[in-house]
């Protein structure tokens, strides 16, 4: 069992950046994968960025290049820098972490406008 929480989203000009954050409790989090996905009003939910239990990583097109996902096994925790933020990038932020169930956390809103 896996508890995730997620902070870090708020209110930034287009340009600007923010930092998520997602703590996880319980065991095994190094052999989970872990990462963010995004849901707008009116939208499915969708992937932005994973990073695999070795490492890898997986961004959205929409993303590449701006967003950086990282991990600390020791701290149990995964985050998303997110730089040259756009309106476009407005919504509810949720961590994820995907083993042989699937978590998620509460998540957290990010609004870009100006």
């Known amino acids: 069992q896996v508890q995730l929480v997620d902070s870090g989203g708020g209110l930034v000009q287009p340009g600007g950046s923010l930092k998520l954050s997602c703590a996880a409790s319980?065991?095994?989090?190094?052999?989970?994968?872990v990462g963010w996905y995004r849901q707008a009003p009116g939208k499915q939910r969708e992937l932005v960025a994973i990073?695999?239990?070795?490492?890898?990583?997986k961004y959205a097109d929409s993303v590449k290049g701006r967003f950086t996902v990282s991990r600390d096994n020791a701290e149990k925790s995964v985050y998303l820098q997110m730089n040259s933020l756009k309106p476009e990038d407005t919504a509810n932020y949720y961590c994820?972490?995907?083993?042989?169930?699937?978590?998620w956390g509460q998540g957290t809103q990010v609004s870009v406008s100006s």
């Open positions: 319980g065991s095994l989090f190094s052999s989970y994968d």
């Open positions: 990073i695999t239990r070795y490492g890898g990583t």
């Open positions: 994820t972490a995907r083993g042989t169930k699937t978590y």
